[in-house]
């Protein structure tokens, strides 16, 4: 692995924090997942002016340092952090079944980075010289390729604004239906956006909430797409454009990644323990917050004129226990847990019922439609509940299109959040 250097950002980029790591541990702790032995070559290793010379340079340099009993090598650039480790196995897999060949791992046929080379052309890597690099190398070793659909083959950070979406991470808390339109409205403005939920989420409105790819490995929401994540495949996942979303029980994605801004959007009615230390901006959604003594804004969650405000000094109305009115219903459109246990559905959410219907059981409790209207929400069967929790919603405006498309509840509140990211982001980047 060459590290290389490049001060085209201002200083040397490897340098960079990048997710609590920099750009080269970052980069270092992928490989070091899937392969068994990593080099990791800097200009201190083989002298600044190699380094300086080029890419050339660069690599003849570090072709001296590969110990002696490597049959072959994975090239990989220091400043491209966002590989995918299935990427990666399936480099491996392909350099078990002929390590004979040179192979390439490509974005939808445009070759990218690592390259493996077989032992045999080692002697080709040490008669390079100033910026002759693997580009102008490898047409005459005729390279198999290894399609992917991963787009950090490709990507690296080579200026600014390669780094500064990711310098400016969020991370969720809560990927709900109302932290989901958070989401989403940040993804939509450019945000690098990560979500936290619980293994196993209570999300009602299940269709429009990334907690739904805890269950189900992935989840689309209007064209954006959340997968369940660990920690290191947070950073592939964000340059290919999805949210991941991290069961997170023990609070430690935080702590981890050390984002530029959180927003608590777990809707608990209280604060869970998050605090103004925990990133440049933090932000509590609904009751249970004071800005700026917990976290510097909270936004107001009561439907009404003042949903979706900034409040920077303050805390959001309290909690009044009735659910908003839609569609002239309050608390009979909410479906509440008639007993103890795990559910059993009769519909599937967007499905019509009568007023009086059963639509599910739990235990010997039929569970019952107060209203007539459209299915919008209904908790995931494998979730233990209690007498009284929230189970299920149903819309009495019965269009069936709401069930699959995000509240304008969300909407509103998801603006107030992305206010307060551009009006303290300017400072906090500073």
């Not at 439907?303 to 608390?331: D, F, M, V």
Request: glycine share 12%; aromatic share 8%; charged share 25%.
């Amino acid at each position: 692995m060459a590290g290389g250097s490049s001060r085209r950002m201002g200083k040397d980029k490897l340098s960079l924090p990048l997710f609590s790591k920099t750009i080269l541990e970052q980069t270092v702790a992928i490989y070091r997942r899937v392969f068994a032995e990593v080099e990791v070559i800097t200009k201190d290793r083989i002298g600044e002016s190699f380094a300086l010379e080029g890419m050339g340079g660069t690599l003849r340099e570090a072709a001296r340092l590969l110990p002696d009993h490597w049959q072959g090598v994975v090239i990989a650039l220091g400043d491209m952090p966002f590989v995918g480790i299935s990427s990666l196995q399936a480099l491996l897999r392909a350099i078990a079944s002929n390590p004979e060949e040179v192979w390439c791992l490509s974005y939808r046929g445009q070759r990218g980075h690592p390259v493996y080379l077989p032992g045999k052309y080692f002697s080709c890597l040490k008669r390079l010289t100033g910026d002759t690099g693997l580009r102008d190398l490898l047409p005459e070793l005729s390279p198999k390729y290894i399609d992917t659909e991963d787009y950090g083959v490709l990507f690296d950070i080579d200026k600014s604004d390669d780094y500064l979406p990711f310098q400016r991470l969020v991370v969720v808390k809560g990927a709900g239906d109302i932290a989901t339109g958070i989401i989403w409205r940040l993804h939509q403005a450019g945000f690098k956006v990560v979500a936290t939920e619980l293994s196993k989420p209570t999300a009602i409105r299940r269709m429009v909430a990334f907690a739904q790819a805890i269950y189900t490995g992935e989840h689309t929401v209007e064209g954006i797409t959340a997968r369940r994540s660990n920690l290191f495949e947070v950073p592939n996942l964000l340059v290919n454009d999805f949210i991941p979303v991290i069961p997170d029980e023990e609070g430690i994605v935080v702590k981890e990644l050390k984002p530029w801004a959180v927003v608590d959007a777990r809707l608990a009615k209280k604060n869970l323990g998050t605090k103004k230390e925990e990133a440049k901006i933090v932000i509590g959604v609904g009751p249970g917050f004071t800005a700026p003594e917990e976290v510097h804004a909270v936004i107001e969650t009561k439907r009404g004129h003042y949903l979706g405000r900034a409040i920077y000094q303050g805390s959001a109305l309290p909690n009044t226990g009735i659910p908003g009115e839609i569609g002239g219903h309050t608390s009979k459109r909410v479906i509440y847990s008639p007993g103890r246990g795990r559910v059993y559905w009769y519909y599937d959410i967007g499905q019509m019922v009568e007023a009086g219907e059963e639509i599910g059981i739990i235990g010997e409790h039929k569970i019952v439609a107060e209203i007539s209207g459209v299915i919008r929400g209904l908790i995931h069967p494998e979730v233990w509940v209690e007498e009284g929790m929230k189970i299920g919603d149903i819309d009495p405006r019965g269009i069936k299109e709401y069930a699959f498309t995000i509240s304008e509840k969300a909407l509103a509140i998801a603006g107030g959040v992305l206010e307060v990211l551009l009006k303290l982001g300017n400072t906090s980047l500073k």
